[in-house]
């Protein structure tokens, strides 16, 4: 039997490697160990092919379901890849899902996910709750509000009965998050024209920015941005941010959550200013080429060209591009200069743990399903 098995997966694999580079199949209880660029959380091994399509350098992936025995890892999504696209190994192991990215494929740049799942936690990420009188309704206040990415619903069997119905809304980034920035001799780098930021409302305004001004108090978080637009889109996006401060000395941008009050102070090269969370704040930030300035990492590949205005171009005419980094001709780094870098971030909903728990119902916002 396990002779056949192994036949079987083989010639499963040949298949893939071999027919159409469009491979949409999922090979159960197949690992490809090794490899791996990153680990993250998905409740099943179809989300987990979404992230692989998702992430620049992914190109397939091994997913560790509910049903593993061997240790904790439950609900594991392996990213994996090597330069020739194809795993180097490849081992039947109960438990395990792995399959290839979706890239090749004609396929959503943001999926809809419909499905629920019962008696899994999406832990983490909270930044409301309501009681609802099921989980549809839950979802559907998902769907209904713009920061909410996915959900946890306690049922009606829930162990501590003063929270059953209670329904726990959920954030991750459904903008591009820039994991890096730095200040660069000889790059520039800057956005994709046709970033989509989340529609808050039909409404435009133009946002509201204070010069040498400060925000005291303790942070949300503190993440890389390239400019006070950025930072405000980055604000706008969390619902629990509630004013930002911009460092333009070293690119970082300080979100605050602070209902109460609003303190500031007057410092140079800081710029603060308040989100827009219920207008639609204009988007000239995208707009905007940055001299001196990488973006490092989150390559979905390079290009040779001869200026920053063609590889901002090139940037909008991938529709997987969200941003890039252009290596000048006068550029310190002679081996990379001309270089065209197309990148790319995760902004599919993706909780930041998933865990088993009985009488719960999780699932994702359906706005992308519209």
Excluded at 42 to 50: I, K, N, R, T, V
Excluded at 51 to 61: E, K, R, W
Excluded at 202 to 217: P, R
Excluded at 219 to 237: E, F, T
Aim: hydrophobic share 30%; net charge neutral; charged share 20%.
């Amino acid at each position: 039997m396990e002779t056949y098995l192994k036949w079987v997966v083989l010639l499963s694999l040949c298949i893939l490697f071999f027919g159409q580079e469009c491979s949409t199949q999922l090979l159960e209880n197949v690992d490809f160990p090794g490899s791996n660029i990153k680990f993250v959380y998905s409740p099943d091994a179809e989300h987990c092919q979404q992230l692989c399509t998702q992430h620049p350098s992914c190109v397939f992936f091994s997913f560790v379901r509910a049903d593993w025995t061997e240790d904790k890892r439950h609900f594991y999504c392996y990213l994996k890849t090597t330069p020739s696209g194809q795993p180097n190994v490849q081992t039947l192991l109960q438990g395990v899902t792995s399959g290839f990215s979706l890239k090749p494929c004609t396929t959503e740049l943001e999926p809809c996910l419909p499905k629920v799942y019962n008696n899994l936690d999406f832990a983490g990420a909270d930044y409301r709750s309501l009681f609802t009188a099921d989980h549809e309704e839950c979802q559907r206040a998902c769907t209904q509000d713009p920061g909410c990415q996915f959900f946890t619903y306690l049922n009606e069997f829930f162990t501590t009965e003063t929270l059953r119905y209670k329904c726990h809304l959920k954030f991750s980034w459904s903008i591009p998050v820039t994991p890096i920035v730095e200040k660069q001799t000889g790059v520039v780098s800057g956005f994709s024209h046709n970033i989509q930021v989340t529609q808050q409302s039909d409404t435009a305004c133009e946002g509201k920015l204070f010069t040498n001004t400060a925000t005291l108090g303790k942070d949300l978080m503190v993440l890389p941005a390239v400019s006070p637009g950025h930072c405000q889109a980055l604000c706008s996006d969390h619902p629990s941010c509630t004013y930002f401060s911009f460092d333009s000395y070293n690119l970082r941008c300080n979100l605050k959550d602070n209902k109460n009050e609003r303190v500031t102070v007057a410092k140079k090269g800081k710029i603060s200013g308040l989100p827009a969370h219920f207008c639609q704040v204009v988007v000239d930030w995208v707009k905007v080429a940055h001299k001196g300035v990488e973006f490092p990492g989150s390559d979905i590949r390079f290009e040779l060209v001869d200026d920053a205005d063609i590889c901002q171009r090139k940037c909008n005419e991938d529709p997987t591009c969200q941003f890039y980094s252009y290596i000048k001709k006068t550029s310190p780094r002679r081996d990379y200069r001309r270089r065209c870098y197309l990148k790319r971030a995760i902004t599919m909903s993706a909780p930041p743990r998933i865990t088993k728990l009985a009488n719960v119902v999780s699932g994702f916002q359906l706005r992308t399903c519209v």
